[in-house]
């Protein structure tokens, strides 16, 4: 039979970007050790409101670990203690009874708050639109099997692509750095024949615009694979800012 | 009303090309002059809106996430099908087209989903353009693999993460056109009403899910890509965020809903653990290629299930299904599964589930092999269930998966209101009664990249282009004033009920009446039930804090309102098709074997159901849809 627990909580509350946020404390009694840990919030919210008081607000879709919409900050790490989860994979049953979690949104001036735990993340899809694509039309491709990938490199551009876009990467690095997210989508279409003939290009636009929304750069901490959902490698950034040299030395 | 399928004349092979030629294009220097709004930015939404972007149409596009990218379609698992026949066995355009129309039970129009067939080989080459890393062979060329319902190889696929790069691939087509300027991007936008002016689609009411800010946009034509109603149980595979609203609100402003019962049940799912639960997770049907499902042959049987002797088991799709055995279609397999688990003879906690067993494959093939096919989806189990699928067996029971049903559409995928299109799960139109396996993402990329750029410019060369009403016309007006007044009165009623609990309520007379099994006594109590529901939540629901900020229950608040009049319509079509077909079982009709019964005498339509009102009851006239089989044979769907 399933353990029930008691648990503490503090969340953080602001209402909008320029409000001053400040933290909630609420105390949960009976929490399944099978609920996922966006399920355990859902439960806060029900007693919440059904004492007349405000529900937190977070981001969440899938719950199964692949969108990438949640992206709570769990007592200082990104998405929680687990490894290679998202914190809607992340279950209860990794908490013991009495523990307190604190939860907040990713602390980066390039994700500005929305409201308590719902950042704004729109600067990477503005970082995929400076570059993140191969050119082709809807209807100009080749027959697919003419174009022939080692599986090696197959399989090694699809550990870049499988990047959710969550922010975990920014939420847990000391200078906000987008190097890992941005990097990754540089490796995963480098890999391939096809990110070929943009390659140069694409890794300037797209670090330009990393720079353009005030990401920081990257110092090596390597925070960012440490608390990545889906493990993309830091490689991803060397790879990317080597790219960019070359590009921006050679002037191709 | 009346339903005017548009479907070309000619062979079956030739339908397609000739339309191409024969519909009216418009010119590139007039392209420009046209809007168009695309609802939705999953596989169908995401390609349309890209595809009619590198037209030189004027796009809007709009969102409920805060991303495109995370759109629904990304968490479909398995692959995508496409006719390619690279495994040099035996597929064809036709095959694949035949497969798809028995699979549906013979419930879909023959023509789309040729169609569909046809172009499915595009969407393999323009994927891989794009750069999707599908998993390929040594020798460099892609690989296949095999689903339900197939007796050929012919699904690509990216590990278990098919959906997610292939959507990634539409989502970098279109945010490229965003760069460009030729897609207005509107992320964090719920569409609340479509505007018709004249008897045509001229725009939509969206709210701001930011600022609660209420803002019209008009158009020369409208795409609702919004995918499935799934969550009407509230306990299916859905994203949470999924909802019916865009394509009910269009419904009630005049489109054909259709086929409304028809919702697939899909097989191999991690079994509910608790009142608390959210959501259901799906194991990906490909799991079904490795892994063995059975139960104890014996009631009760509490041992391990490690320990249960070869002779004890029930191996049930393999004993009744031999030719297809554990790959049977997915109606099948669920049902199956429920009729075990009914007889007493399910596991876990609950009763409710059965064994997906890889013991045998691991052996045969080695742990190393089986981890680099399904790798990711045995850690999703072990984060859920808490239990290691290579050393246990994993327990599944079927969930609510995917809606055949939705907005009728001609075959130029336009409903029946003119300029209001629907694409992917957000219509009918080529899965018949039930979907097979892999073939979600072939329907949605197959509308978005290669149907609607078409089809849709057929429609606009005969419209005016630049003509514009304006936004202060009346309808647009007409139309805000009501997606207010509802917001207001949602807020206003301040009841002792909660949404979610609402919403639990509903989705349980829904999954218990509407689900796996029916029949006319559980749909006419449903309909009685789901109407007393409908009532109180109008008068007891409690929807905090305000609509000028973010305000998740508030959405939600709007889209359960929604769920509960289209659980009514389901039950009223289910009742009326007194047959069974596909995922449709009724059980006054089943064959001998408890197979589904078909009666293609009488029910061999597509029921076109048109909005009359809502005064405490639905009201809805029913039209009918003949399908004419003029190129393949009915026949009696066997796996055996």
């Not at chain 2, 007796?151 to 691939?169: D, E, I, K, N």
Request: aromatic share 10%; hydrophobic share 35%; with cysteine.
């Amino acid at each position: 039979m399933s353990k029930e627990m008691t648990i503490h909580l503090k969340y953080w509350k602001q209402d909008g970007p320029n409000a001053k946020g400040y933290f909630e404390e609420y105390t949960l009694d009976n929490v399944n050790e099978h609920m996922s840990f966006l399920e355990m919030l859902d439960v806060l919210n029900e007693e919440l409101m059904l004492q007349d008081k405000e529900p937190v607000e977070f981001d969440y879709d899938c719950r199964e670990g692949i969108c990438g919409s949640c992206n709570l900050v769990i007592n200082g790490q990104a998405h929680g203690p687990k490894e290679r989860v998202a914190a809607c994979q992340l279950h209860m049953r990794n908490y013991s009874d009495g523990d307190h979690i604190t939860i907040e949104p990713p602390r980066a001036a390039s994700f500005p708050v929305i409201k308590d735990l719902v950042v704004d993340r729109s600067a990477f899809d503005r970082i995929i639109e400076a570059g993140g694509y191969v050119s082709i039309k809807t209807g100009s491709a080749v027959e697919a099997n003419s174009i022939l990938v080692q599986k090696e490199k197959s399989d090694a551009a699809f550990d870049y692509a499988t990047c959710i876009g969550c922010g975990a990467c920014v939420a847990a690095c000391p200078n906000a750095s987008a190097s890992l997210f941005t990097g990754a989508k540089i490796a995963h279409l480098n890999k391939l024949p096809q990110g070929e003939v943009e390659r140069s290009n694409r890794v300037v636009a797209m670090v330009d615009q990393m720079k353009e929304e005030g990401f920081g750069d990257c110092s090596n901490f390597a925070e960012c694979e440490a608390v990545c959902p889906v493990g993309i490698s830091i490689s991803a950034i060397a790879e990317m800012r080597r790219d960019y040299m070359k590009a921006v030395v050679n002037g191709d | 009303m009346k339903l005017d399928s548009k479907v070309p004349g000619g062979p079956l092979e030739e339908k397609w090309d000739k339309h191409i030629k024969d519909i009216n294009l418009v010119s590139p220097n007039n392209k420009r002059k046209f809007e168009i709004i695309v609802v939705g930015t999953g596989l169908a939404g995401g390609a349309a809106a890209a595809s009619f972007a590198e037209l030189g149409y004027n796009v809007r596009s709009f969102c409920i996430q805060d991303s495109a990218r995370r759109a629904h379609s990304i968490a479909a698992q398995g692959g995508i099908n496409a006719a390619k026949n690279y495994p040099n066995d035996g597929d064809s355009i036709w095959r694949l087209f035949y497969d798809t129309i028995k699979g549906g039970d013979y419930r879909s129009r023959e023509s789309n989903v040729y169609r569909l067939a046809q172009v499915s080989n595009e969407i393999i080459d323009q994927a891989v353009a794009q750069g999707v890393p599908f998993a390929r062979e040594y020798g460099g060329n892609l690989a296949n693999r095999s689903f339900g319902g197939a007796q050929v190889s012919r699904t690509f696929y990216a590990r278990g993460q098919t959906g997610q790069q292939l959507l990634l691939g539409a989502y970098q087509a279109m945010m490229r056109q965003v760069h460009d300027g030729n897609i207005k991007y509107h992320p964090r936008h719920e569409m609340l009403d479509v505007v018709v002016i004249d008897g045509q689609a001229r725009g939509i009411i969206t709210r701001d899910l930011v600022s609660g800010e209420l803002c019209r946009y008009e158009a020369d034509a409208v795409v609702l890509a919004t995918g499935g109603y799934g969550n009407v149980f509230y306990l299916s595979t859905n994203a949470k965020n999924s909802n019916v609203t865009a394509a009910w609100r269009a419904h009630k402003r005049g489109a054909a809903f259709a086929n409304p019962c028809y919702v697939q049940v899909h097989p191999t799912c991690i079994p509910v653990s608790g009142d608390y639960q959210s959501k259901l997770t799906l194991m990906s049907e490909s799991l079904r290629n490795d892994g063995r499902v059975w139960v104890p042959k014996k009631k009760g049987d509490e041992r391990h299930p490690n320990d249960i002797p070869e002779d004890e088991r029930y191996y049930y799709l393999e004993e009744r299904y031999p030719s297809f055995g554990n790959l049977v279609p997915r109606d099948v397999a669920s049902r199956n599964a429920k009729m075990v688990c009914d007889d007493g003879l399910g596991v876990g906690e609950t009763g409710l589930a059965v064994y997906l067993d890889f013991r045998d494959a691991i052996k045969r093939d080695g742990r190393d092999t089986i981890e680099s096919k399904y790798g990711n989806l045995f850690e999703m189990y072990e984060n859920i269930a808490g239990e290691n699928p290579y050393e246990r067996p994993m327990r599944i029971y079927p969930a609510v998966h995917y809606t055949m049903g939705g907005l009728w559409v001609d075959y130029n995928l336009q409903t029946s209101i003119p300029g209001l299109y629907a694409a992917g799960e957000a219509n009918f139109s080529d899965h018949g009664a039930n979907r097979l396996g892999a073939s979600a993402l072939m329907q949605g990329l197959s509308d978005g990249y290669f149907v609607l750029p078409y089809t849709i410019g057929d429609y606009l060369a005969k419209q005016e282009s630049g003509k514009r009403y304006g936004t202060d016309h009346e309808a647009f007006a007409e139309a805000e004033n009501a997606a207010q007044s509802q917001i207001d009165k949602l807020l206003s009623i301040d009841g002792d009920r909660t949404i979610v609990d609402f919403h639990r309520t509903l989705g349980k007379i829904v999954w218990d009446k509407i689900g796996i099994a029916r029949n006319a006594e559980g749909l006419k109590s449903a309909i009685e039930e789901i109407r007393a529901l409908r009532e109180e939540f109008w008068q007891n629901v409690k929807v905090p804090g305000d609509k000028n900020n973010y305000n998740k229950y508030l959405e939600f608040a709007g889209r359960v309102a929604d769920f509960f009049e289209l659980a009514e319509l389901m039950a009223q079509d289910a009742l009326q098709r007194e047959e069974s077909a596909g995922c449709h079982l009724r059980e006054e009709y089943q064959t001998e074997e408890g197979e589904a019964l078909r009666n293609d005498e009488d029910f061999s339509y597509v029921a076109a159901w048109e909005y009359k009102g809502l005064n405490g009851k639905l009201e809805e006239t029913l039209h009918k849809e003949n399908l004419e089989f003029e190129f393949v044979e009915l026949k009696q769907r066997s796996y055996k």
